[in-house]
């Protein structure tokens, strides 16, 4: 049952940009917890950028190191999209990029790891070109 749906997936020449979105679909409930991660062919899924739970009711965003200073994860709160701008692709970002979410932003958890989110879409598929 699908119910995150990730677009913006494609091609693109190393240098290049991609703006992925992710949206709830139908009646799920999902906090604004939220984040980003890739697979690549033959690896593990890894966490990418992720939003978690800050002080005064906000989330504050969390990068691996490979996305520092080139991806931007941001979140539309009124509608609950999340977005990732990706700048100055890498032919190391080729991946299919997933979208995942968790039911409440409580408890301990690791905010880059799978395990946490328990709310998945099926992917988009990122390709970068040298």
């Known amino acids: 049952q699908v119910q995150l749906v990730e677009s913006g997936g494609g091609s693109v020449q190393a240098g290049g940009s991609l703006r992925l979105a992710c949206a709830p679909v139908?009646?799920?409930?999902?906090?604004?917890?939220m984040g980003w991660f890739r697979q690549a062919t033959g690896q593990d899924r890894e966490g990418v950028a992720v939003?978690?739970?800050?002080?005064?009711?906000?989330?504050?965003?969390k990068y691996a190191d490979s996305a520092q200073g080139r991806f931007t994860i941001s979140h539309d709160n009124a509608d609950k999209i999340l977005y990732l701008q990706m700048d100055n692709l890498k032919p190391e970002d080729t991946a299919m990029y997933y979208c995942?979410?968790?039911?409440?932003?409580?408890?301990?958890?690791?905010?880059?790891?799978?395990?946490?989110?328990?709310?998945w879409g099926q992917g988009t598929q990122v390709t970068v070109s040298s």
């Open positions: 939003l978690f739970s800050a002080t005064n009711n906000t989330v504050a965003p």
């Open positions: 995942a979410a968790r039911t409440s932003c409580t408890g301990l958890y690791w905010v880059l790891g799978e395990d946490a989110y328990n709310v």
């Open positions: 139908g009646h799920i409930t999902i906090s604004d917890c």
